[in-house]
């Protein structure tokens, strides 16, 4: 089989995973909220938000009628071949994801307003690359829903107030998001770069799994912080009131202008789904965040 | 907070026993509504136009569903609710004019459906965001689809339901929002999570 015939159905066999399984981690911080919240509303969305991701796993069904932006992330090893084919690879898997799954058609034309059908659009999926060593190719897709995409936040920030600035950045965006990211969420929180670097690490820290501390132990206590601080709010699951606001705080950086502290905060909903696979050069396949069934 | 199962059709009577954090599981005739099938309704009802469905008494869900065909029967996939506040601007007349009952969606609505409902008898049940098997499990007939022509997700879905929830009562027909209470009890934490973050204000 060519790398664009492996690399299209390891990408629906990802698209279909991610929307009907939520990776182990993100199960396991809901079932914990569950058994710790102490709202009784908040309570019941819990107990809502995992019947229904069992009942999805059973029955393979999307856990949420919103499938989202299809947004790919490639770790490509400089010594894999045909790199130029993945972006139509990638392109015709979520074309038949669409069908296959199903997914909500989720890609609008904003000029004519008119939805393209089939998830795929001028620059979607989106893809976003990274080369490294070696001879592994390894696909992550992050399907990513519109409800807690609407509350994502981006600011430059006054270099003068330093991270005392970003964590109120931070709590003023979770306070003003409220119910409308399907609270508990997943926070990426980035600063440094620039405006557009800022979002990118925001985002892509949504990636990292709430079990895997962050390796610099400066920002594993910021996470801890703004963690305690964002479940301080009283928001709780949906909304409706409780001490899960968010699951995790997944936080990255980049250097700074010297005149710039540009920061932003990336919402995922409870349904935080991604996965993951690695294509090796004998054609093996491995799933990273799934058993493959 | 009670626990409530409702037949539709739903009585203004039924409707003002319910108070917020209640919980509500509905069977019979449920439609989908999103902002463009809000606003074609209300257009219809401004040029005299009958709608294809009597409203009175149904549930109206904020929803954009996956749904299949399978030979001729139409079959939901997945169908959670969609963010309501962008029906805060249709909601108080689609009340008004249709004496719908239950308005379900997710993150609540602001001060002029509250008021509708105080005033026209209506209740907002907040169905858990997301939870789309869930819901699809509990819908078992597609009736129909109207004004298919705004788009899958924006159609109006004529439904048939059992026991779909577990809605809670968030905002109930006496004025009481338990969104803006979390909203104002969010305000007060502010305070005190800048003091403890070591922010100034």
């Known amino acids: ?36 919240e102490t709202s009784s509303a908040g309570k019941t969305q819990l107990k809502a938000i995992l019947d229904n991701i069992e009942l999805a796993e059973k029955t393979r069904t999307p856990m949420c009628q919103d499938t989202g932006t299809i947004i790919f ?59 490294v060593p070696g ?86 206590k910021l996470e801890k912080e703004l963690l305690e601080a964002a479940n301080s709010t009283g928001i709780g699951p949906m909304g409706l009131g409780g001490k899960f606001t968010v699951l995790g705080v997944n936080v990255d950086y980049a250097a700074r202008h010297p005149a710039s502290f540009p920061a932003a905060v990336a919402f995922n ?8 696979a690695r294509i090796h050069p ?3 396949v ?6 493959m069934r | 907070m009670a626990t409530y199962k409702l037949t539709t059709p739903i009585s203004e009577e039924q409707i003002r026993k319910l108070k917020v954090n209640d919980i509500v599981y509905i069977t019979g005739t449920i439609i989908t509504a999103r902002d463009q099938a809000h606003k074609r309704a209300l257009q219809y009802h401004k040029e005299g136009k009958q709608l294809p469905i009597n409203l009175e008494g149904l549930a109206v869900f904020h929803c954009g569903p996956i749904v ?25 007349e689609f009340i008004k004019n249709f004496k ?47 004004w298919f022509d705004l788009g899958m997700p924006e159609a109006f879905w004529i439904l048939e339901a059992e026991e779909f929830g577990p809605l809670t009562v968030a905002i109930d027909s006496h004025g009481n929002n338990l969104f803006e209470d979390v909203k104002k009890k969010t305000e007060e934490n502010r305070k005190s999570i800048y003091e403890k973050l070591g922010i100034q204000q």
């Open chain 2, 100 to 146: 719908t009952r239950v308005i379900i969606g997710k993150g609540g609505m602001g001060k002029r459906t509250t008021d509708a409902m105080q005033k026209y008898g209506a209740i907002y049940g907040a169905f858990t965001g997301g939870a789309a098997v869930l819901a699809a499990k509990a819908i078992k007939k597609v009736r129909t689809v109207e």
């Open chain 1, 269 to 276: 909903c409870w349904a935080a789904r991604r996965a993951t």
């Open chain 1, 73 to 131: 992330y490639v770790k490509a090893g400089a010594e894999v071949k045909n790199l130029d084919k993945i972006p139509n690879a990638l392109r015709n898997a979520t074309k038949r994801a669409t069908t296959e799954v199903p997914l909500r058609p989720n890609a609008v034309n904003p000029l004519e307003q008119k939805n393209t059908g089939d998830n795929t659009g001028r620059n979607i999926p989106f893809i976003n690359w990274e080369i």
């Open chain 1, 1 to 36: 089989m060519s790398l664009e015939q492996t690399v299209e159905n390891v990408a629906v066999n990802l698209l279909r995973l991610a929307v009907t399984e939520l990776p182990k981690d993100v199960k396991e911080a809901l079932q914990k909220a569950y058994q710790q």
């Open chain 1, 135 to 220: 001879n592994i190719l390894e696909i992550t897709v992050l399907p990513k829903g519109g409800g807690s995409e609407n509350v994502c936040t981006m600011a430059m920030l006054s270099p003068g107030e330093g991270i005392k600035g970003l964590k109120k950045f931070v709590i003023d965006s979770v306070i003003k998001a409220g119910s409308k990211p399907c609270p508990p969420n997943i926070l990426g929180v980035a600063f440094g770069g620039g405006a557009d670097i800022a979002m990118k690490l925001a985002k892509k820290a949504l990636l990292r799994p709430l079990t895997q501390p962050n390796p610099n132990p400066e920002l594993a």
């Open chain 2, 68 to 92: 299949k065909k399978e030979g001729d029967e139409w079959i939901i996939v997945a169908a959670g609710p969609t963010t309501s506040t962008r029906m805060d601007i249709f909601e108080d």
């Open chain 1, 286 to 291: 491995e799933y990273l965040t799934h058993e």
């Open chain 1, 282 to 284: 004998d054609g093996r």
